[in-house]
C-alpha cells in the first residue's frame, strides 16, 4: 500500500523556475521541488488500462500498456490555485491573456512496451484544439516528463489531420502519413506548455528504456474562457 502524501507538499512548484520560450514551446525545467518523490510516489501506484475493453481488438495490454493515473485533488487550497496562477500567469504572456478552466486533478499518462521497438513507430498524433484556431484561443497542452529514463520526448507533426481510433491501436510507423516537425526533448522534472492546435504525440527513441520501466508524464488542459 502506497503512503499518503499532502498534495501540497509533494507537488510543490519550484521556486526556482526559469521559463524559456522559443515563439511555440513554453519550458520550465526544475518544475516540481519534490520531483524525485513524486517518482518515487508514481513507481508504487496501480495503473489502469486507458479506454480498455478485452473484448475488443485491441492492441492495448498485447503490443503495449496504455494507462492513466488519475489522482483526485479533492478540495484545492489556496497555495494549490496560487501555484496555478503563477504558471497561468506566464502563459498569459504568450497565449489569450484572460481567464482559464482546467480539471483540477493530477492526470498522468503512463506507457509500457510489451512488443514494440522500431522507433519507426510512435504514437499516433491527436489534437486538443480545432487545427483552424488561433493560438490566442486555442486549448494549452501542459505536459511534465516524470520518468528518469528520459527518451524522446513530444512530437509536433505537420500534414492532413487523418483520425484515428485509439481504441484499437495507438502505435503507427507515423512518419508514413505525416511530416516529423520538432522533437521536445523529454527531461526530467522539465514542464512544457504549448497550443494544443498543433499535432502531437508521444515520441521515444529507445523502447528498450520502457519494457521494465513505465514513461510517467503529467498532462492537463487549460481552457481560455
Same mark, same amino acid.
Given at each position: 500500500?502506497?503512503?499518503?502524501?499532502?498534495?501540497?507538499?509533494?507537488?510543490?512548484?519550484?521556486?526556482?523556475?526559469?521559463?524559456?520560450?522559443? =515563439?511555440?514551446?513554453?519550458?520550465?525545467?526544475?518544475?516540481?521541488?519534490?520531483?524525485?518523490? %513524486?517518482?518515487?510516489?508514481?513507481?508504487?501506484?496501480?495503473? @489502469?488500462?486507458?479506454?480498455?475493453?478485452?473484448?475488443?481488438?485491441?492492441?492495448?495490454?498485447?503490443?503495449?500498456?496504455?494507462?492513466?493515473? %488519475?489522482?483526485?485533488?479533492? /478540495? @484545492?487550497?489556496?497555495?494549490?490555485?496560487?501555484?496555478?496562477?503563477?504558471?497561468?500567469?506566464?502563459?498569459?504572456?504568450?497565449? /489569450?491573456?484572460?481567464?482559464?478552466?482546467?480539471?483540477?486533478?493530477?492526470?498522468?499518462?503512463?506507457?509500457?512496451? %510489451?512488443?514494440?521497438?522500431?522507433?519507426?513507430?510512435?504514437?499516433?498524433?491527436?489534437?486538443?484544439?480545432?487545427?483552424?484556431?488561433?493560438?490566442?484561443?486555442?486549448?494549452?497542452?501542459?505536459?511534465?516528463?516524470?520518468?528518469?529514463?528520459?527518451?524522446?520526448?513530444?512530437?509536433?507533426? /505537420?500534414?492532413?489531420?487523418?483520425?484515428?481510433?485509439?481504441?484499437?491501436?495507438?502505435?503507427?510507423?507515423?512518419?508514413?502519413?505525416?511530416?516529423?516537425?520538432?522533437?521536445?526533448?523529454?527531461?526530467?522534472?522539465?514542464?512544457?506548455?504549448?497550443?494544443?492546435?498543433?499535432?502531437? =504525440?508521444?515520441?521515444?527513441?529507445?523502447?528498450?528504456?520502457?519494457?521494465?520501466?513505465?514513461?510517467?508524464?503529467?498532462?492537463?488542459?487549460?481552457?481560455?474562457?
Amino acid at each position: 500500500m502506497s503512503k499518503c502524501y499532502d498534495n501540497d507538499i509533494l507537488f510543490r512548484p519550484s521556486e526556482k523556475w526559469e521559463p524559456q520560450w522559443d =515563439g511555440e514551446v513554453l519550458t520550465i525545467d526544475n518544475f516540481y521541488e519534490n520531483a524525485d518523490a %513524486i517518482y518515487q510516489w508514481l513507481t508504487n501506484q496501480d495503473y @489502469p488500462l486507458w479506454k480498455y475493453n478485452p473484448e475488443s481488438s485491441t492492441r492495448n495490454n498485447v503490443d503495449y500498456r496504455d494507462a492513466r493515473l %488519475i489522482h483526485k485533488i479533492g /478540495h @484545492p487550497s489556496r497555495q494549490y490555485h496560487g501555484n496555478m496562477e503563477r504558471l497561468l500567469d506566464i502563459c498569459r504572456k504568450y497565449w /489569450h491573456k484572460g481567464n482559464y478552466n482546467w480539471d483540477m486533478v493530477y492526470e498522468f499518462n503512463c506507457f509500457q512496451t %510489451i512488443t514494440i521497438d522500431d522507433p519507426k513507430v510512435q504514437h499516433y498524433p491527436h489534437i486538443d484544439s480545432n487545427l483552424e484556431s488561433m493560438d490566442s484561443e486555442s486549448v494549452l497542452n501542459m505536459l511534465v516528463y516524470l520518468d528518469i529514463e528520459e527518451s524522446g520526448g513530444t512530437a509536433i507533426y /505537420h500534414g492532413e489531420w487523418i483520425t484515428n481510433d485509439e481504441n484499437m491501436n495507438l502505435m503507427y510507423p507515423v512518419e508514413e502519413r505525416f511530416k516529423l516537425d520538432r522533437v521536445i526533448e523529454h527531461k526530467f522534472n522539465r514542464c512544457v506548455i504549448f497550443a494544443g492546435n498543433r499535432m502531437h =504525440g508521444a515520441y521515444i527513441n529507445d523502447y528498450n528504456k520502457y519494457k521494465d520501466n513505465w514513461r510517467f508524464t503529467q498532462v492537463n488542459f487549460f481552457h481560455p474562457c
